[in-house]
């Protein structure tokens, strides 16, 4: 099993991003992904969760800001960050939880996500 994040790096505030994350060695279409994010000091946040059918799910402090998708034909996981602020600096990774229909209740668990990528940073300066 593996997923591999990419995208990150360094921006100003205000400037946009597009985190990806390429998946192998499992059926990712009956899994839930996530996207989580982890900065100094702090616990481990959900950021954003899609469904095998589309359905996306986001914290309060992203939304109208990123925006998670999915390619089920291309193992691809992605999330578009735009607007970015300093406090979205982090390690952010992706995620997967079985089953998909895991993202309607419980999607802000990290607990539950049985595999992990790990990591790309993302720093935003004001």
């Known amino acids: 099993v593996q997923l591999v994040e990419s995208g990150g790096g360094s921006v100003e505030a205000g400037g946009s991003l597009t985190l990806s994350c390429a998946i192998s060695?499992?059926?990712?279409?009956?899994?839930?992904m996530g996207w989580f994010r982890q900065a100094p000091g702090k616990s481990r946040e959900a950021v954003a969760s899609i469904d095998s059918d589309g359905n996306t799910n986001y914290v309060d402090s992203v939304k109208g800001r990123f925006t998670i998708s999915r390619d089920n034909a291309k193992n691809t996981l992605s999330l578009q960050m735009t607007s970015l602020k300093p406090e979205d600096t982090a390690t952010y990774y992706c995620a997967a939880r079985y089953p998909s229909d895991a993202c309607a209740f419980i999607w802000h668990s990290p607990g539950g996500y049985k595999f992990w990528g790990q990591g790309t940073q993302v720093t935003v300066s004001s």
């Open positions: 060695g499992f059926y990712y279409k009956s899994y839930c």
